[in-house]
């Protein structure tokens, strides 16, 4: 298992689209930061805040002050959640491309004839998965943050811990969706549906639909029903996004992310090495 895991990371990273992929992500957010931050500082600027910074209150005739949070007040870390959203699309585009490439090549026909090294693959590709998404997001965060300090005339880093946990979240999401990616790829033996479903997600096309099912299905159930709390690649994209004012709400969305990384990363490799099997590889 950990010589496979070696080979299959080895190659990963003698993989050019490795490295194309991680900078096309890179220079997408330097040019779009550019081009948006002269507009992102007018609407701060512009931007009633949300409460003084403290008030003074006198209390059975103590006077006290009282130091408020002003966490609903124009917040720039939430401009750089939004441009680590874009590595959802690197990580389905990056796995598509390794697997269809190691499915299309004349070791992996002679290997793959057996159920263990199948789930052996399988596994050491959804390794490779994880540590793509690792780099990708680190990498996205890194990026956010550095052209938000340099461009960004009222940021601040008051928020870096929620700015963490949200990426920590966005991690454990990718790994799933790496992994459904992977799946994909394999099981139709082309890099087209995996690239295909991510363009629909990112342009709303999957919202819009999934929308229409979850209202058909909450009136069949008379209770709400929300598709994207129950498939990694929608929730990443619609629902995770975490509050700096509930810090409830926080925990659950992170314990719900970690649920569906979990759950679906096992369902994809699990179908993966049971479905694939030798005469499948063309």
Request: aromatic share 14%; hydrophobic share 50%; glycine share 4%.
């Amino acid at each position: 298992m950990f010589n496979v895991i070696r080979m299959e990371l080895h190659r990963m990273f003698r993989t050019r689209s490795f490295y194309i992929t991680l900078a096309v992500n890179v220079i997408l957010i330097v040019l779009l930061f550019s081009m948006m931050a002269s507009s992102i500082n007018e609407g701060f600027a512009a931007a009633p805040p949300a409460a003084e910074n403290s008030v003074t209150q006198n209390v059975e005739g103590l006077e006290m002050e009282m130091v408020l949070d002003n966490r609903y007040g124009p917040n720039p870390m939430n401009v750089c959640f939004s441009f680590t959203g874009w590595s959802i699309l690197f990580v389905v585009i990056f796995m598509a491309c390794f697997v269809g490439r190691f499915y299309k090549d004349g070791f992996c026909k002679n290997v793959m004839g057996s159920r263990g090294y199948r789930f052996r693959f399988q596994m050491a590709q959804s390794v490779c998965a994880v540590l793509y998404s690792v780099v990708n997001i680190i990498l996205a965060g890194t990026v956010s943050l550095l052209m938000a300090k340099a461009l960004i005339q009222s940021f601040t880093f008051a928020y870096l811990d929620i700015f963490c946990l949200n990426l920590f979240g966005q991690f454990l999401l990718l790994c799933a969706v790496g992994s459904f990616s992977a799946f994909l790829t394999e099981w139709t033996r082309s890099t087209v549906p995996a690239i295909v479903y991510i363009f629909l997600l990112s342009t709303n096309i999957v919202a819009m639909m999934t929308s229409y099912i979850d209202s058909h299905l909450s009136d069949w159930l008379h209770k709400e029903f929300v598709t994207a709390n129950y498939l990694p690649s929608l929730y990443f994209t619609n629902q995770f996004l975490l509050d700096v004012s509930d810090s409830a709400k926080n925990n659950a969305m992170l314990l719900h992310a970690t649920l569906l990384s979990l759950v679906f990363f096992v369902i994809y490799n699990v179908a993966g090495s049971a479905l694939i099997t030798k005469r499948d590889i063309k």
